[in-house]
């Protein structure tokens, strides 16, 4: 494998600076390098392009996924939660029904209260 160019030159002649792993920076004229090593560097930075924008694409579609999950369970808890709410509702609104069916409209604290057309005894006061 060849070492990364650091620099690319605009002019021919210039020199470009080629570090090798491990050792000093290399000064290398432009026109020294070969018409293949200059094909080698564009292809592999085509290479490196593609795989930086298939790694994009990747993290864009699970950051999209994830956001389609969360908003789907956010609707599903909140429907669930309603749903509890309204059975909820629903239950004390039953209770309530059976404690004034049993203890009257009053409820237990005035359950033996005199009411509308009971009987009152003569000597009641």
């Not at 094909?39 to 593609?50: G, K, N």
């Not at 609707?75 to 709410?85: I, K, N, V």
Request: net charge negative; proline share 6%.
């Amino acid at each position: 494998m060849l070492p990364a160019v650091t620099g690319r030159s605009a002019a021919a002649g210039s020199t470009t600076t080629i570090p090798e792993p491990g050792t000093e920076a290399l000064q290398v004229n432009d026109s020294d390098m070969s018409e293949a090593v200059r094909a080698w560097w564009l292809a592999e930075s085509d290479r490196r392009d593609r795989d930086l924008a298939a790694r994009w694409r990747a993290w864009q579609e699970g950051h999209d996924s994830r956001d389609t999950e969360i908003t789907d369970a956010y609707e599903e808890g909140f429907a669930d939660g309603c749903l509890a709410l309204k059975h909820a509702q629903h239950q004390a609104r039953r209770l309530c029904e059976i404690e004034i069916a049993r203890w009257g409209p009053g409820g237990r604290e005035h359950f033996a209260d005199p009411r509308p057309g009971d009987y009152i005894p003569a000597g009641a006061a």
